[in-house]
Every structure is written in structure tokens, then in C-alpha cells.
């Protein structure tokens, strides 16, 4: 039996033009149809979660339909910061976001809802972005994440 072939990030973005990806609003069922896969092939359901701490979280309770993505995030790691955005440290135990299709959009690297929050779901990111934390490297796990190109 063959193995089925997900789509990575750079895969898509390839594809795909930009305006289809990013756009908001964007054409809900080609979102779906191409974004929704991207949580098939998940790294041991982990992404690395951004919005006002950076953490690996690892979702449950994962809703997808055409209409909308919905997951219950779990804190797993920190990606500690050189620079404080606030209230940084406090993480909650367990949260829910999601948003629905013609507002998720796709980056180079992420997928960013329209709340402000961004995940990288490709599983070669977050398993070295995960060695990278466990070994306190956190500046080099920022650089794959939230500072990459920058």
C-alpha cells in the first residue's frame, strides 16, 4: 500500500500563487481543501504556537471541517525569548482556537489565524525546533520560528 503524500508548506507555496494563500477573505473551499491536510501530518500532533508566548503545543480535540478549523492547544515546551513581550511567561493550561477557512491564511513558513495567532506545522520544523528547546537552544529555535528571515 502506498503511503499518502501530504503537501509541505514550501510544497504549497510553490503550487499555489500567493493571492490563493494569503488573501483575506480568501475562497473558503480551496483553503479547506488544501490547509486542512497540512493537520494529517502533524509531528506527534505538535505545532509550535505563537501569539503571545512561543511554545510547542500539542493539539487535541481537532475539528475540521469545510467551514472551520478547531483544536484544544496543550503546552508542551517554551521557547524561552531574549526580548519580554509582556506577559509572556503566563501560559494558560489548555486553550481552544481555530478560525474558519476564508481567514486562515498561509506564509512561507506559517499558518496564521486572523486572532493573531501562527503555528508552523510542518513536522521537520517543530521535531528540530523540539531538540532545540530540549537542549535550551532557544535562540535557534526563534530563528526557525518566529524570527526566521528576519
Same mark, same amino acid.
Given at each position: 500500500?502506498?503511503?499518502?503524500? +501530504?503537501?509541505?508548506?514550501?510544497?504549497?507555496?510553490?503550487?499555489?500563487?500567493?493571492?490563493?494563500?494569503?488573501?483575506?477573505?480568501?475562497?473558503?473551499e480551496f483553503r479547506?481543501? !488544501?490547509?486542512?491536510?497540512? +493537520?494529517?501530518?502533524?509531528?506527534?500532533?505538535?505545532?509550535?504556537?505563537?501569539?503571545? =508566548? !512561543?511554545?510547542? !503545543?500539542?493539539?487535541?480535540?481537532?475539528?475540521?471541517?469545510?467551514?472551520? +478549523?478547531?483544536?484544544?492547544?496543550?503546552?508542551?515546551?517554551?521557547?524561552?525569548?531574549?526580548?519580554?513581550?509582556?506577559?509572556?511567561?503566563? %501560559?494558560?493550561?489548555? #486553550?481552544? +482556537?481555530?478560525? !474558519? #477557512?476564508?481567514? %486562515?491564511?498561509?506564509?512561507?513558513?506559517?499558518?496564521? =489565524?486572523?486572532?493573531?495567532?501562527?503555528? #508552523?506545522?510542518?513536522?521537520?520544523?517543530?521535531?528540530?525546533?523540539?531538540?532545540?528547546?530540549?537542549?535550551?537552544?532557544?535562540?535557534?529555535?526563534?530563528?526557525?520560528?518566529? #524570527?526566521?528571515?528576519?
Open positions: 500500500m502506498d503511503k499518502k503524500h +501530504f503537501l509541505s508548506i514550501s510544497e504549497l507555496n510553490a503550487k499555489y500563487d500567493r493571492e490563493e494563500l494569503a488573501s483575506i477573505p480568501g475562497d473558503r479547506y481543501q !488544501v490547509l486542512s491536510p497540512l +493537520f494529517e501530518n502533524l509531528y506527534e500532533n505538535k505545532v509550535v504556537y505563537y501569539e503571545r =508566548f !512561543v511554545c510547542i !503545543v500539542k493539539l487535541e480535540d481537532i475539528i475540521i471541517t469545510p467551514e472551520r +478549523f478547531e483544536a484544544t492547544a496543550i503546552p508542551y515546551l517554551l521557547i524561552k525569548k531574549a526580548i519580554s513581550m509582556g506577559r509572556s511567561d503566563i %501560559i494558560p493550561e489548555m #486553550w481552544r +482556537f481555530g478560525g !474558519v #477557512w476564508e481567514i %486562515i491564511t498561509l506564509s512561507l513558513t506559517t499558518m496564521t =489565524f486572523y486572532s493573531g495567532v501562527s503555528i #508552523w506545522c510542518d513536522p521537520h520544523t517543530v521535531e528540530k525546533v523540539e531538540k532545540l528547546v530540549l537542549d535550551k537552544k532557544y535562540e535557534e529555535a526563534l530563528n526557525l520560528t518566529l #524570527w526566521e528571515g528576519r
